[in-house]
């Protein structure tokens, strides 16, 4: 299993600001992913968070919007660019532990980011 | 693309009765189907999975699911509700994108006394 912590647990921020996320994993995990939850919706996916490599973004996703770092194999972080109130939501961090394979395995997930843009 | 289907956003039961939730599910390979839960605040919780072993899958807190390939779903259920099993609960399968998870919108669990 993994235990997943994220940093800040919320956050209300302006219109127009950045705010990073922070995810760290109590062990070593072949996949990280990024979620977003929106008020009374159910889970989207953002991106794949790929070691040492950019990100892998789903439809509707970019970059520049979302950029996400994983240095290495337990840390990973969100940044949600110049925020607008559409941008509020809460945002999990995932990820795999590949003891089980990679279809099969369980997805861990954080406590979540709730954020509020004014 | 694989994709779940959770049938009714909102599910009422009394305390004691028994608890049933959808979930039909959508896949081109064999699917791999979880069940989630989301309490007020919280993140999520795995209750249980199925990995193409036993169709008939136990889980904490006493619920359980079937895979049934003939009816494509994979419905939840438990016995004897509990007040402490108010809560969101999703359903959802394993997908293409580095085999991450893919979500149904969700069923939110009342339960009354």
Not at chain 2, 52 to 67: C, D, P, Q
């Amino acid at each position: 299993s993994a235990v997943i912590s994220q940093k800040p647990s919320r956050d209300i921020c302006q219109r127009g600001t950045s705010l990073t996320i922070q995810c760290q994993v109590d062990s070593q995990v072949t996949m990280m992913f990024w979620y977003r939850q929106q008020p009374g919706q159910s889970l989207t996916l953002i991106a794949t968070a790929n070691q040492g490599s950019e990100a892998t973004y789903e439809s509707g996703f970019v970059i520049d919007k979302f950029p996400i770092s994983r240095p290495n194999l337990t840390f990973s972080t969100l940044t949600v660019s110049n925020m607008s109130p559409e941008d509020s939501s809460i945002y999990l961090c995932s990820s795999k532990t590949g003891e089980e394979g990679s279809r099969a395995d369980t997805q861990y997930f954080g406590p979540g980011t709730r954020l509020t843009v004014l | 693309a694989q994709s779940v289907t959770q049938l009714g956003s909102h599910v009422s039961v009394s305390e004691g009765a028994l608890v049933l939730l959808r979930c039909n599910y959508s896949s081109s390979v064999p699917p791999y189907l979880f069940w989630y839960v989301q309490y007020p605040n919280q993140g999520l919780q795995l209750l249980l999975k199925y990995t193409s072993a036993a169709t008939l899958v136990k889980g904490i807190n006493g619920f359980e699911a079937e895979f049934k390939k003939s009816e494509t779903s994979f419905h939840l259920t438990k016995p004897s509700a509990h007040m402490s099993d108010a809560a969101e609960y999703f359903c959802a399968v394993t997908g293409s994108s580095g085999y991450a998870l893919n979500f149904g919108k969700g069923t939110s669990l009342l339960v009354t006394p």
